[in-house]
Each structure stands twice: as structure tokens, then as C-alpha cells.
């Protein structure tokens, strides 16, 4: 089993940068995609970004490609998400995703998730 932590969300300002991380334990994750994806006020859970555990290929929503960059730290088993040019429509909780078999496609029913960080931008 995977556990996943995530922690550096907060209240930010329009135009701000935060970055989000998650910790990894348990099983190992180098055969994991890993993903972050986030969950709007009254609004379905949706893509962000994934990246790859072993080759470093990314891949982004269209909404967030420019302004956010997916990373990770092998060493650390840490995924981050650096968040910059943030707006309003940013707000939502951001939840990290580990998708066994580096499946890109991160089925739901078979994904492991962290619990969620707030992340708040105000106008």
C-alpha cells in the first residue's frame, strides 16, 4: 500500500506562487505515475499534471501548462507541484495521485491519493 502526504497550500494572493508537495511511503513508487489533480468549490475533481517516476516525462492540463511545473525527487520519494501566475479560478483542493504500472491514464478505480491541501487565491 501507498501512503501519500501533501502539504504547502495556503492563501495566496492573484499572481502568487505556491509549492505543493507529497510525500510518498510504504511501497515503493518506481513504477508509479505520479499526478496531481484538484477539486474546485462544487466542481468534479479534474487533471492537473503527471509526471513520470522513472523517465521525467510531464504531462499538463491545458488550464495550468505555463504556469505549473511537476518535479520530483527520487532520493526523497517526493513529488512537487510549483504554482505559479496563480488565479481565483486556481482555488480548489489539490490532491496527489499514485497510478500503479506508470499508468498515465490514472484510472480512478485504482489510484492511490494523498488526503488534500487547500489552496485559496484571492482576487
Known amino acids: 500500500q501507498v501512503q501519500l502526504v501533501e502539504a504547502g497550500g495556503g492563501l495566496v494572493q492573484a499572481g502568487g506562487s505556491l509549492r505543493l508537495s507529497c510525500a510518498a511511503s510504504?511501497?515503493?513508487?518506481?513504477?508509479?505515475?505520479m499526478g496531481w489533480f484538484r477539486q474546485g468549490p462544487g466542481k468534479e475533481r479534474e487533471f492537473v499534471a503527471a509526471?513520470?517516476?522513472?523517465?521525467?516525462?510531464?504531462y499538463y492540463a491545458d488550464s495550468v501548462k505555463g504556469r505549473f511545473t511537476i518535479s520530483r525527487d527520487n532520493a526523497k520519494n517526493t513529488v512537487y507541484l510549483q504554482m505559479n501566475s496563480l488565479k481565483p479560478e486556481d482555488t480548489a483542493v489539490y490532491y496527489c495521485?499514485?497510478?500503479?504500472?506508470?499508468?498515465?491514464?490514472?484510472?480512478?478505480?485504482?489510484?492511490?491519493w494523498g488526503q488534500g491541501t487547500q489552496v485559496t487565491v484571492s482576487s
Open positions: 509526471i513520470s517516476w522513472n523517465t521525467g516525462y510531464t
Open positions: 510504504g511501497r515503493t513508487v518506481s513504477t508509479y505515475a
Open positions: 495521485a499514485a497510478s500503479p504500472n506508470n499508468n498515465f491514464a490514472f484510472p480512478r478505480n485504482s489510484l492511490h
